[in-house]
């Protein structure tokens, strides 16, 4: 992983960035693939660009994102695995 690509969790409110990797964690264990697919499925592909819109209570989960002009929720560890290149604010 470059030091450029951040991982969808670590970016702020209001940030834009393009998606560069869907990678793999250990948390999911075995599940990790169908994870990694679903991401796939709901359009976290590389080079789709996505906005962070907001964070649960105390930043917790879910973040809120919007890809594609669709609106999720997505947990942090599901986070963890979208890398992204953010754009300059």
């Given at each position: 992983?470059?030091?450029?690509?951040?991982?969808?969790?670590r970016?702020?409110?209001?940030?834009?960035?393009?998606?560069?990797?869907?990678?793999?964690?250990?948390?999911?264990?075995?599940?990790?693939?169908?994870?990694?697919?679903?991401?796939?499925?709901?359009?976290?592909?590389?080079?789709?660009?996505?906005?962070?819109?907001g964070?649960?209570?105390?930043s917790?989960?879910?973040?809120?994102?919007?890809?594609?002009?669709?609106?999720?929720?997505?947990?942090?560890?599901?986070?963890e695995?979208?890398?992204?290149?953010?754009?300059?604010?």
């Amino acid at each position: 992983m470059s030091s450029a690509h951040t991982p969808l969790s670590r970016l702020p409110k209001g940030a834009r960035a393009t998606v560069v990797a869907i990678a793999a964690q250990a948390i999911f264990g075995d599940a990790d693939e169908s994870v990694t697919l679903r991401l796939k499925e709901l359009g976290f592909l590389p080079g789709a660009v996505l906005q962070v819109i907001g964070f649960g209570l105390f930043s917790a989960d879910p973040i809120a994102v919007r890809i594609n002009g669709t609106k999720f929720g997505l947990r942090r560890a599901e986070a963890e695995k979208i890398l992204t290149l953010a754009h300059p604010a």
